[in-house]
């Protein structure tokens, strides 16, 4: 890709998701995602009813009548994305690959994150980390790092999942909104998956391509591992050929769901060639309609 074929694809996702983001998108975001805790405001004086654990004792015994702390919900949000580019994410049956549904489900989520002032992070991972930058923001960062997403020639194919998970927790010690993409079709990161979920707000967005999870029914196919480079021929006209295949990946999808739900994260599953941005409204409605119901 020349430099000119990157710059005009960047502009293009630009123009295309922050029209997205002004119209349709900032306010489902704004209810979807909280600030990430509190922060103190002041004092005022006691009132009944109020909270006396609540109570500021040192500003108390200086006036001689009670007063207990205020605080308000610190609004500023901090989204940080560890994006899968290990060889699969290359892969695209048709003439998107999954790493440009990736870039414009990056450049969807964080300029919503810019309509509301909130920063934005990048881990860029293999089987080790190929990029990383903190929390910053600005439009010019987000367009950098898209630009980033789709010009990166990683140094590995394969990918450690666990690897970058584990990083990720020993430098982010604050809470942030952690989005893991990727195709997950790893092994072993479960028990690091939980311990991100236990100090962050995570939502595993698992991107595949169609023919990742289904099988034509006809003809003889030569199968590349794109990270290990091991061959195999398939004759997909064996109807239990197939049928182990679909059930296999549907047992993943739905193991990596199950997690999910054991360990308080959320999953967001996301397929090639559909409406990648009808899919994230409705997760944020979903999340917006679960927090109003907490309340």
């Not at 922050?18 to 002041?42: D, M, N």
């Amino acid at each position: 890709m020349t430099q000119e074929e990157l710059e005009r694809r960047v502009r293009h996702i630009q123009i295309h998701c922050r029209q997205a983001v002004s119209e349709i998108l900032a306010g489902e975001y704004r209810s979807a995602f909280k600030g990430s805790g509190i922060e103190f405001e002041g004092v005022r004086q006691y009132e009944h009813g109020d909270d006396i654990r609540s109570i500021n004792w040192s500003v108390t015994a200086r006036t001689g009548k009670p007063h207990v702390k205020q605080f308000m919900e610190e609004r500023e949000l901090s989204l940080f994305f560890l994006i899968d580019v290990s060889a699969s994410a290359y892969f695209g049956s048709s003439e998107e690959r999954k790493i440009d549904l990736v870039a414009k489900i990056f450049a969807l989520l964080a300029f919503a994150a810019a309509h509301n002032n909130d920063n934005v992070g990048l881990i860029l991972f293999t089987d080790q980390i190929e990029f990383v930058i903190n929390p910053r923001k600005g439009k010019k960062h987000i367009m950098m790092l898209i630009s980033k997403i789709l010009e990166l020639k990683p140094k590995s194919k394969e990918t450690n999942l666990d690897q970058a998970l584990d990083y990720f927790n020993r430098i982010r010690p604050k809470r942030c909104v952690a989005f893991v993409i990727s195709d997950f079709m790893d092994r072993n990161y479960e028990r690091t998956l939980g311990d991100t979920a236990r100090f962050h707000d995570l939502i595993c967005v698992d991107v595949k391509d169609q023919r990742e999870i289904s099988m034509p029914d006809h003809g003889i196919f030569h199968f590349v591992d794109s990270e290990t480079g091991a061959l195999q021929t398939i004759d997909c006209a064996a109807e239990q050929f197939r049928s182990t295949y679909i059930e296999e990946h549907e047992k993943q999808s739905q193991a990596l769901k199950t997690l999910c739900h054991d360990i308080n994260a959320d999953y967001l599953p996301i397929k090639l060639n559909e409406d990648f941005l009808h899919r994230i409204i409705s997760f944020f409605r979903e999340r917006s309609d679960r927090s109003a119901d907490a309340k």
